[in-house]
């Protein structure tokens, strides 16, 4: 059998195929792992291939690579053939009105793009937005604030110092931090890789609705606030002391508008 463990049946095949440098078996037996990249240190995340398979596993599917040194590769994508009809889905209103608020939000996100679309989402909002491009520097931008951050927004995924980290470190300097991490790679893959612990902060999986970015970004703060209303004070450092910031996750899967160059899936071993 030439793909032992497919299912016997009707496929919708999707070819792609490029002229690059090809690769060897031992590549070739691995692209599909997390994080195994061939790139530099710094240049490649090795998470794309693995989303990939993760997207086709997830629709029933398979995926298999056919590469040679020096002679490109070809992917073919076998996706379940649907026989039935497909249904029709309902339309949504466009004008979904957006949850408001006064806070300062720490947003942190390596692509611009990215972080120039949400940062001026929360600014129409009302919220203070202050905006950094990886952790590091956002250390700086906390530095530089004199008053208080209600709410570190940070991709989780970026070069030299990942959300996590990042919050691990700001959290002892504002100890009432709200968190909201975001990613293109779903929690499990996060959880499957060591990235956090089960339980432990509020993910919001990329693509996802300018609402429901409005909506998750005020349901934390208000359940922050909520927990120690009526006796918080503000600290000598500006910060509010602490209020419980990391909460039980959620996973539920918008549909569109914020996206990054990473995408919306759940990356899995080949097994």
Same mark, same amino acid.
């Given at each position: 059998?030439?793909?032992?463990?497919?299912?016997?049946?009707?496929?919708?095949?999707?070819?792609?195929?490029?002229?690059?440098?090809?690769?060897?078996?031992?590549?070739?037996?691995?692209?599909?792992?997390?994080?195994?990249?061939?790139?530099?240190?710094?240049?490649?995340?090795?998470?794309?291939?693995?989303?990939?398979?993760?997207?086709?596993?997830?629709?029933?599917?398979?995926?298999?690579?056919?590469?040679?040194?020096?002679?490109?590769?070809?992917?073919?994508?076998?996706?379940? &053939?649907?026989?039935?009809?497909?249904?029709?889905?309902?339309?949504?209103?466009?004008?979904?009105?957006?949850? &408001?608020?006064?806070?300062?939000?720490?947003?942190?996100?390596?692509?611009?793009?990215? /972080?120039?679309?949400?940062?001026?989402?929360?600014?129409?909002?009302?919220?203070?937005?202050?905006?950094?491009?990886?952790?590091?520097?956002?250390?700086?931008?906390?530095? &530089?604030?004199?008053?208080?951050?209600?709410?570190?927004?940070?991709?989780?995924?970026?070069?030299?110092?990942?959300?996590?980290?990042?919050?691990?470190?700001?959290?002892?300097?504002?100890?009432?931090?709200?968190?909201?991490?975001?990613?293109?790679?779903?929690?499990?893959?996060?959880?499957?890789?060591?990235?956090?612990?089960?339980?432990?902060?509020?993910?919001?999986?990329?693509?996802? /609705?300018?609402?429901?970015?409005?909506?998750?970004?005020?349901?934390?703060?208000?359940?922050?606030?909520?927990?120690?209303?009526?006796?918080?004070?503000?600290?000598?450092?500006?910060?509010?002391?602490?209020?419980?910031?990391?909460?039980?996750?959620?996973?539920?899967?918008?549909?569109?508008?914020?996206?990054?160059?990473?995408?919306?899936?759940?990356?899995?071993?080949? &097994?």
């Amino acid at each position: 059998m030439r793909h032992p463990g497919v299912i016997p049946g009707r496929y919708v095949m999707l070819a792609v195929t490029d002229t690059g440098v090809g690769m060897d078996v031992e590549v070739r037996e691995r692209i599909f792992e997390p994080f195994f990249t061939t790139k530099e240190v710094g240049k490649g995340t090795g998470l794309g291939l693995s989303t990939v398979y993760g997207i086709v596993k997830q629709s029933h599917g398979d995926i298999w690579a056919y590469s040679e040194p020096g002679r490109g590769t070809t992917f073919k994508v076998y996706l379940p &053939r649907v026989e039935d009809g497909v249904a029709s889905v309902p339309q949504t209103s466009a004008t979904t009105e957006l949850l &408001r608020g006064d806070e300062v939000i720490l947003l942190v996100e390596d692509e611009a793009p990215v /972080r120039a679309v949400v940062r001026r989402v929360l600014g129409d909002c009302g919220y203070t937005v202050l905006e950094a491009s990886n952790g590091r520097e956002a250390l700086e931008v906390r530095a &530089r604030h004199r008053g208080p951050i209600h709410l570190l927004l940070t991709d989780m995924v970026m070069p030299g110092m990942n959300g996590v980290q990042l919050a691990e470190r700001l959290s002892p300097e504002c100890p009432g931090l709200g968190v909201l991490f975001m990613s293109g790679y779903t929690e499990h893959s996060m959880l499957a890789e060591g990235f956090c612990a089960a339980g432990t902060a509020h993910f919001l999986p990329k693509p996802f /609705r300018v609402a429901e970015l409005s909506r998750r970004v005020r349901k934390i703060l208000d359940d922050t606030a909520g927990r120690h209303r009526g006796h918080e004070s503000v600290g000598a450092d500006g910060c509010i002391p602490a209020l419980g910031n990391l909460v039980t996750p959620s996973t539920e899967v918008p549909a569109r508008s914020v996206d990054g160059s990473e995408r919306h899936t759940e990356s899995a071993h080949r &097994r």
